[in-house]
């Protein structure tokens, strides 16, 4: 339909010790779904905070439609009565009311302090079929899947003269179905002249409803395309920031080739979960070390999650040397498997014990209650891991909270040594941590493997997993889409079937 709607100009953020905005340009128009996409970290959420008032800027000018003047929203309700509304992946309406309290939840129809309840309902049921939504809105929302209370917040941005649209990770939690009806949605309301911003890790999705990209990487502008002129491959490249062939195959070949011509040590058969991460299978051979690759978003985390038990699969079973496990954690645990998660923070470290204690507790949980490990025990095995690992603390006994990250991470890695695990799995372990720490971290996963160790691997850093791993499997849109082993392993390969589907070369 043409118009700008919104230009955001040399927009610039910054966060104590964090440039996270270095003059960022973006532009939307009218009757146009605009992706905004990079990886973590790359300055999305922060644009978006900025744009709708949840955070200040230092610098930069936003635009509205074609006026010259700039303004500055201060806060969110600011940015909506600018015609400026956002939909957040977790709905912040209210389950308790129903669907007409909460299209009108503020506005209701009525005097002196009497709402007209029908009116109320009649409007609500007028909004909701002029959007194609067939519901009854005078049931509490908590009634209504994830999908239908995204559409009932849509449904209210629409109502309330909403010119900009954005909706952030709004499929995450969806199925197949639910994301089909969604995208109805979103094309009528771009036939109606509206711009949306699609903040989203998905590039099938990308593909099949929008028409622009803007690009970010590390809190700069890479550039805005077409989606019809930009190949699914040149996109993946964009966002990691690295040319197909500026990379070459850098893992070792000291530990030669592993051995799958026996039983797996774990082997899972259509595991998956409903929401979450589709059905797949995954063997892991003894000695082996297996990546998960791809963006941020595609299911290696919750694949991993799978696996461990930390997440509950829906379907599918799991083994472990021949044994089927129950999917939970601590069956996991005793079948031999130690998960370092990617949040070490608020899944990993207990920040106000000390090291020993953080150390020692997956042993403990393995022995249980009733055999509690000695204090000399406890003290003896945090020296003896602390030294292997050369974990920089002033004692065993120094809270984990006042470590560095790095060590902190090394603290979580030899809690799993020490339950002298088959299988560890390790979620973004050199994320944050200084290249010293990283290049330790891999050494240790290439001499677990030497020793017979099983290790999956996980890493945003491609060339990471091509120095470290034997195998990867590929994920793209919680899918498990392929498998790359030995001499097939390169950056090129690897991206190419992270991008897939129709112009991916």
Known sequence: MGGTLLRMRNITKNFPGVLA???????????EIHALMGENGAGKSTLIKVLTGAEAFESGEIYLEDSDTPVVNDSPQQAQGRGISTVYQEVNLCPNLTVAENLFVGRQPGRGGFVKWSEMNRRARAVMSGLGIDIDVEKPLEVYSVAIQQMVAIARAVDISAKVLILDEPTSSLDDNEVRKLFELMRKLRGQGMGIIFVTHFLEQVYAVCDKITVLRNGQFVGEYDVASLPRKEL????????????????????????????????ARKLGERGGIREFDLDVYPGEVVGLAGLLGSGRTELARAIYGADRPDSGTLTAKGRKLA??????????????????????VIADLSVRENLILAEQTKRGAFRLMSRAEQDKLADEYIKILAIKTPSAETPIKQLSGGNQQKVIVARWLLTRPDFLILDEPTRGIDVGTKTEIQKLVVKLASEGVSVMFISSEIDEMLRTCDRMGIMRDMVKVGELADEELSSSSIMSKIAGGEGSE
Do not use: Q, W, Y
């Open 21 to 31: 905005l270095d003059g960022v340009d973006f532009t939307l128009t009218r009757g």
């Open 236 to 267: 993946v490249s964009k966002m990691l920031g690295k040319a197909f062939d500026d990379l070459t195959s850098i893992r070792g070949e000291e530990r030669g080739r592993v051995d799958r011509s026996g039983d797996p040590l774990i082997s």
């Open 327 to 348: 999917h939970s954690p601590l069956d996991s645990m005793k079948a031999g498997m130690g998960f370092c998660p990617e949040n070490r923070k608020e899944e990993g």
